[in-house]
């Protein structure tokens, strides 16, 4: 040390720290030799994180299985043929297979109701097997039951599916654009929550009569409700990263910047909610179908099946209201597991809880 | 380009945000504003860089992107290449999206998780139409090459990066539709010290081989000193001075900037320069200070002709001045009992016990008498109306000194009256070589 930088002075730069010193900063971290420890070429975000944890989920799969199961059930239980006005193979049978023992229409009126017992199995008629009974009109509950599932699980996937075409885009504008806009959607959206669903439903099926897609009209007037609000709020938080300010810098016009940088990024909690509300619709369809409000009275669809057999339990006939009662209740339950399987699965701190609780978070 | 026109020019820029409110204030017009930048023009040459520097929430970054137009400027004008661009339409921006490009703080939010580094950059190319196909592939390995990066890794995703490659992945896209001038909003903030330099030679050195000009937003000084042509330093929304690096770090100079490099870390152990410790905080910027916005902290207020202060006394009244109409002191926990009770507030405001003019302690005495009573606005506006200062009543420009341009009354011959430590300029004689005007 020499004399002079001993002494305690006000002078500043007489030791200098060259940090920006190239050539040692380059020769100290070589910069792209270094490889990721995890070798992920396979890394594919989010989605792909969250279905290798949906995987591991037991419970999840199990009611993934049973609905898929149903699902078959209903496709396979009855032929299927294209209408004659249809553009391709007009009035052809596509699917041939036939599952249900009866056709579901096959009316015994005379008879009527049938206890569900292992003889009818044996003595089977050309009217079913029985195996769940039959209702008023003689005709087979497993059979209905089997076919009925098209129409529920049908307006189940179909209402969600149509209530998330119109929530989306909505909830992206009003999340987006803000402003104006997002005032008008987002108090629409308050005043539909505001009327009671029922009323609402009666009101479209007054207008509009009974029907498959009547009901399922009146299901998404307000199924599209709660994916509005909540791509709105993800949309909120998603639109302040810098890559959707760098997308905008490099000129990107805002359909594209929506698409590509943000909805991918706030699509999971939807995603879990849809899951979620297909359970929750099938059984509205049913309450629909139950307060006679659903498809006409002769389909086999299960809240129907219920309506037409209300009194049938007080009077000691249990198998009438309760085959298709306990598929409402087998199929929401799935519903359920999946969709707590998902929203698991989406959860990044999910799987941690036992063996990472401590520690600096 | 003609040399007589920068690159860069921006004229009384302002940018002002609503704040928060509810649908009842707006019907009642009870909206305020937040002047984030309150009237800023800079300039920018060809392969120059502007180092940005102020506080958090001065405005730095409100600037950098109301240049680039990503938020409405709400008045003023920003010139490019002689075109005004906060009057263009939007197809027309979208071509000049090209010329300007940005740089992000935060690398792990600036680049979208869910795409692969060739999606990320290859979206500039794709938009502008620039490369397509085989030579796209090309044109991406290129500029991962000339950022540093190994172009094999073009088909990973972001999380498979560390900080310092996430930001030169960010610069590769700037890059990529070859840009003339890149904002670089706090680029080496969010990395440590290491990977800030290696980031701060890359960009020199692009900006030696393709003539970029930045505008360098940061809040540490010596990052900014190592990059800048030029350095602004910002207070509240405007610029308090602005200059070369040599001209900043030489008198005379903003109060300011002089306290905010008296805080720059000495590692000489036997250094013992002084630190100059600001009073309070920013003021809100919704309501920001008359005159200089400044006044209210700045250890070098021009006292009253009128009086005979010292300046730590003139300090501690200006604080007792500002404490007041901000209704900011605590009268009930103090002890009770006036004599007591003057003496506290004394000690609190760190007035000696007597000042050493006798007109201004009767003064202070007064005010004093108020505030113990809780009279605040009274007593506010006896201080205001005796102890006239020009800091709080006239809003200072930037002028030409030996060193830089500064926009503080220090300066202004028109106040010469006030204490100055380095020489104002009368005349602007030597001014010519302070700015860099081309």
């Known amino acids: 040390m020499s004399s002079e930088t001993s002494q305690r002075t006000t002078e500043r730069g007489r030791i200098r720290v060259s940090g920006f010193d190239v050539e040692r900063v380059e020769s100290r971290d070589p910069l792209s030799s270094w490889e990721p420890d995890l070798q992920s070429e396979a890394g594919r975000g989010r989605l792909e994180y969250a279905w290798q944890r949906f995987k591991r989920n037991r419970l999840a799969l199990f009611g993934a299985a049973t609905i898929v199961f149903m699902v078959l059930l209903a496709v396979f239980s009855r032929p299927i043929s294209l209408p004659n006005g249809f553009p391709v193979l007009a009035g052809q049978t596509v699917q041939p297979f036939s599952l249900a023992p009866a056709d579901p229409a096959n009316q015994d009126v005379l008879t009527g109701y049938r206890e569900p017992t292992l003889e009818n199995l044996f003595s089977g008629t050309a009217t079913g097997l029985y195996l769940f009974g039959a209702d008023w009109a003689g005709r087979d509950i497993l059979s209905r039951v089997m076919y009925g599932g098209r129409w529920s699980l049908s307006i189940g996937f179909i209402a969600v599916a149509m209530a998330l075409l119109v929530g989306i885009p909505l909830g992206s504008i009003a999340g987006y654009y803000g402003g104006k806009v997002d005032e008008i959607i987002m108090r629409l959206v308050d005043l539909l929550y505001a009327f009671p669903f029922i009323v609402l439903a009666i009101a479209v099926i007054a207008v509009l009569g009974r029907g498959y897609w009547e009901m399922i009209l009146a299901l998404v007037v307000v199924g599209w409700l709660p994916y509005a609000r909540i791509i709105r709020g993800e949309i909120l938080s998603v639109k302040e990263n810098e890559y959707v300010t760098a997308a905008k810098a490099l000129g990107s016009r805002d359909r594209s910047i929506i698409t590509r940088h943000i909805l991918p990024n706030a699509m999971a909690p939807v995603i879990v909610q849809a899951t979620l509300s297909i359970g929750t619709t099938v059984l509205v369809a049913a309450a629909l179908g139950f307060i006679g409000l659903g498809l006409s009275p002769a389909s086999a669809e299960w809240g129907v099946m219920l309506n037409v057999e209300q009194d049938a339990i007080a009077r000691g006939r249990w198998w009438a209201g309760l085959f298709p009662g306990l598929a409402i209740f087998v199929f929401v339950m799935a519903i359920n597991l999946v969709g707590d399987g998902v929203r698991d699965a989406f959860d990044p701190q999910g799987d941690q809880s036992d063996t990472d609780t401590g520690g600096l978070r | ?438």
């Open chain 2, 1 to 438: 380009m003609s040399g007589s026109e920068p690159l860069l020019r921006v004229e009384g820029l302002e940018k002002y945000y609503e704040s928060e409110s509810d649908f009842i204030d707006r019907l009642l017009g009870r909206q305020q504003n937040v002047k984030a930048v309150d009237g800023v023009s800079f300039e920018i040459n060809e392969g120059e860089t502007l180092g940005l520097v102020g506080e958090s929430g001065c405005g730095k970054s409100s600037i950098g992107r109301s240049i680039l137009r990503l938020r409405e400027p709400t008045a003023g004008s920003v010139y490019f290449k002689g075109q005004d661009i906060t009057t263009l339409s939007d197809s027309e921006l979208r071509d000049l999206r090209k010329e300007m490009q940005i740089i992000f703080q935060n690398p792990q939010s600036s680049l979208n998780p869910r795409l692969t580094v060739n999606d990320i950059i290859g979206e500039a190319l794709d938009i502008h139409g620039i490369e397509s196909g085989v030579s796209r592939d090309a044109r991406i390995k290129e500029l991962l090459d000339r950022v540093g990066l190994n172009a094999s890794h073009a088909n990973r995703y972001p999380h498979e990066f560390s900080g310092g490659q996430l930001q030169r992945i960010g610069i590769a896209r700037a890059l990529a539709v070859d840009p003339d001038f890149i904002v670089c909003d706090e680029p080496v903030s969010a990395l440590d010290v290491s990977v800030q330099a290696q980031i701060l030679n890359l960009l020199e050195d692009l900006q030696d081989e393709l003539g970029i000009a930045y505008l360098f937003i940061a809040h540490d000084l010596s990052v900014v000193e190592h990059i800048a042509d030029e350095i602004a330093v910002m207070y509240l929304g405007k610029i308090a001075e602005i200059g070369s690096p040599e001209e900043l770090f030489a008198p005379p100079q903003h109060p300011y900037t002089e306290a905010l490099l008296s805080a720059i870390p000495e590692p000489d152990p036997l250094w013992e320069g002084d630190r100059i410790l600001l009073e309070g905080s920013v003021p809100s910027p919704i309501d920001p200070p008359s005159g200089c916005k400044f006044h209210t902290r700045c250890p070098r207020v021009i006292p009253p002709a009128d009086y005979d202060f010292e300046q730590s006394e003139w300090r501690a009244v200006m604080s007792l001045r500002h404490r007041t109409r901000e209704a900011d002191i605590a009268v009930e926990t103090f002890d009770a009992g006036e004599a007591a009770l003057m003496e506290s507030l004394r000690d609190e405001l760190d007035l000696p016990p007597t000042l050493s003019d006798p007109e201004a302690e009767e003064v202070v005495q007064e005010a004093l008498r108020l505030v113990a009573d809780e009279e605040f606005a009274r007593a506010a506006s006896l201080l205001e109306e005796t102890f006239e200062t020009p800091c709080s009543t006239d809003e200072p420009v930037l002028r030409e000194t030996d060193a830089g341009r500064v926009a503080c009354h220090l300066f202004d011959p028109a106040y010469e009256s006030g204490p100055t430590r380095g020489t104002p300029t009368d005349d602007g004689s030597a001014a010519g070589s302070a700015t860099s005007d081309d």
